[in-house]
């Protein structure tokens, strides 16, 4: 077999979706194929330092647990920026508490592709591609166009209304004519012209962050959404005063965390203050004389975007191509439960929202769905992989908004998810982006020789690893929700394992044993898991199935997808190991 390839995983970067990027870079590297794949961590900092790290660093809890070190962050959790200008000894100490500085053009030699899980400006807008383009490192996801089209808002709404005819209502309002307007006006004229609610948009960033809803008549809450989406606080010298000393560093600390926050550095009047306990201290000396603190973000947005509220199911849906370039939709996904929005939280934090495939809606509107995502999927320059939200309305009418080029990777996120009902483990799909995007870049006419080359050298792992499969790893679990939970995270640990295939096996009341196919592994609990085994797989998902069999066929080989059972000799001859979810133990036999 040829030379493992070198997979950089980049996770943190700039952007307030950083932790979200966290979490994907640790997907990355628990799920990533061995048998073709040598994963290389690489941290991204805040402040643009690229630094080769252990992979013991992705499981700590959040980036503020391992950077920047505990002793310098003054009884707060901080982002590097909040320590302020550093000297370089300073910045090297801190660098590599926690692994090795790569210098920007010292990547080439530690890695032979870029698997970028950045999220956010400086990662999804061109800005990291272009890096990579200029060091001749091939790179997941879309090109520059692409990216740079993903991470603009007003831009998307454009090519949408042009792809696919929808007439969604938006306007922008930059921060210059905002501070200077009547906004009792400006509020109602948005209403007159848009209707009501308002949401109001950050254009430029990610995982619903930046986004306020405006559900009351009321110039007050739809001035607080600007100021949220503008990255801006207000703080009044009565409201100071009230708190105590715990209530105050609350505050600090709330304002400091990027999903709910405005983030640090923050700037008044003319001061930068990058640290929240010396913000703390700035307040309570700057409150003596000034009724209100404006405090913004030194990464605030220019200009914010309002659109007129859609009322309906959100949906969203995957794209992936073949290798002539051609885009399939996947299954499209909703989010359901105790929700009123598809936000952050629900995304990323909550444990009553749930996800559905395909979304429930009739057959002609799923067909709706995917026909317009592909129309976008082609006009705003995407490739390799996507990920287009969107509405049914009550009158069933189709909306679609914010492409996004590199999807949150979450082991619950959407497009694994999607993936797995068309029978592509998180492992198998990993693979797919790693080897489209190589086959992507060679499109670009640019370092042919050497793409060429990484192409086929993966194809020929592939086609190795088809010739000589892996002994049969049994992943068994019983019927309840703590072997069910604990058998998700071995059957997706042991997906990239280079000796052991693992088979989902549950052992039911019954007393037999079941084979199950991936796709029932991604239900969020066992009472769907149960729901869904006796349900006949969704006439639209299995066309999406046969839709993609020759792009399954390459990256996977033959999948069965139903559910059957297997006897005790078949259990005994077939499986040359098993992981046992009740005692959480490993027996090789």
Not at 96 to 116: N, R, W
Not at 225 to 234: D, I, R, V, Y
């Given at each position: 077999m040829s030379k493992k390839i070198k997979i950089g995983i980049f996770f943190g970067g700039p952007s307030r979706e950083r932790e979200i990027s966290f979490m994907g870079g640790r997907t990355a590297y628990e799920h990533i194929d061995r048998r073709y794949f040598e994963p290389v961590p690489i941290f991204v900092d805040s402040i643009g330092n690229f630094i080769k790290v252990e992979p013991e660093t992705l499981y700590e809890p959040d980036i503020r647990s391992f950077y920047p070190s505990r002793n310098q962050n003054n009884g707060f959790k901080v982002y590097i920026e909040s320590l302020g200008p550093l000297r370089d000894?300073?910045?090297?100490?801190?660098?590599?508490?926690?692994?090795?500085?790569?210098?920007?053009?010292?990547?080439?030699?530690?890695?032979?592709?870029?698997?970028?899980?950045?999220?956010?400006?400086?990662?999804?807008?061109?800005?990291?591609?272009?890096?990579?383009?200029?060091?001749?490192?091939?790179?997941?996801?879309?090109?520059?166009l692409g990216s740079g089209v993903g991470i603009d808002k007003p831009v998307q709404n454009k090519l949408m209304e042009l792809a696919t005819g929808q007439t969604k209502k938006y306007k922008t309002i930059s921060k210059d004519f905002w501070e200077n307007a009547d906004k009792s006006k400006v509020f109602s004229e948005l209403i007159q012209e848009l209707g009501f609610p308002l949401v109001v948009k950050a254009p430029h960033q990610g995982s619903s962050i930046g986004v306020a809803i405006v559900k009351k008549r009321s110039l007050e809450e739809f001035s607080k959404?600007?100021?949220?989406?503008?990255?801006?606080?207000?703080i009044s010298k009565k409201d100071w005063s009230k708190l105590t000393h715990r209530q105050k560093k609350n505050l600090m600390e709330k304002m400091s965390n990027l999903d709910e926050g405005i983030g640090f550095p923050v700037v008044i009047e003319d001061d930068t203050i990058y640290h929240p306990a010396e913000l703390f201290k700035y307040l309570d000396k700057y409150l003596i004389n000034n009724d209100f603190a404006i405090i913004s973000s030194t990464n605030a947005e220019d200009y914010v975007l309002i659109e007129e509220f859609i009322s309906g199911q959100e949906f969203s849906v995957g794209v992936i191509q073949d290798d002539s370039g051609k885009a399939f939709a996947l299954p499209p996904a909703e989010v359901y439960g105790e929700i009123q929005t598809f936000d952050f939280k629900s995304k990323y934090k909550s444990s009553v929202s749930k996800k559905r495939i395909p979304v429930e809606t009739s057959n002609h509107n799923l067909e709706v769905i995917h026909e317009k995502i592909l129309k976008a999927f082609e006009i705003t320059g995407m490739s390799v992989i996507s990920r287009i939200d969107g509405f049914i309305t009550p009158e069933d009418e189709v909306l679609l908004h914010d492409p996004n080029t590199i999807p949150g990777m979450s082991p619950a996120s959407f497009i694994f998810k999607q993936m797995a009902e068309i029978g592509f483990n998180i492992t198998d799909a990993i693979t797919y982006l790693v080897r489209q995007s190589v086959r992507e870049r060679i499109r670009s006419g640019k370092n042919i020789k050497s793409l060429r080359d990484l192409l086929k050298s993966i194809d020929e792992m592939i086609m190795t690893a088809k010739q000589n499969p892996r002994k049969k790893l049994a992943v068994l679990f019983g019927e309840n929700e703590e072997e069910y939970s604990t058998a998700r995270k071995a059957y997706g640990k042991y997906g990239g394992n280079e000796e052991y295939e693992p088979v989902a096996i549950c052992a039911a009341k019954n007393g037999g044993k079941y084979r199950i196919p991936l796709n029932l592994m991604f239900k969020p609990d066992i009472m769907e898991f149960g729901m869904s085994i006796g349900k006949p797989k969704h006439p639209f998902i299995q066309k999406n199935i046969d839709q993609v069999a020759a792009i399954r066929e390459f990256y996977v080989g033959n999948v069965d997808f139903n559910v059957f059972k297997v006897s005790e000799d078949e259990f005994v001859r077939n499986y040359q190991a098993v992981y046992d979810c009740s005692k959480q133990n490993l027996e090789i036999r």
């Open positions: 000894t300073q910045l090297y100490k801190l660098i590599y508490k926690i692994g090795s500085q790569i210098k920007i053009e010292e990547l080439k030699e530690h890695i032979d592709f870029a698997f970028v899980v950045m999220h956010g400006p400086y990662s999804e807008d061109g800005n990291i591609q272009g890096l990579m383009e200029w060091l001749n490192i091939p790179y997941m996801g879309p090109g520059i959404g600007m100021s949220q989406c503008f990255f801006e606080t207000k």
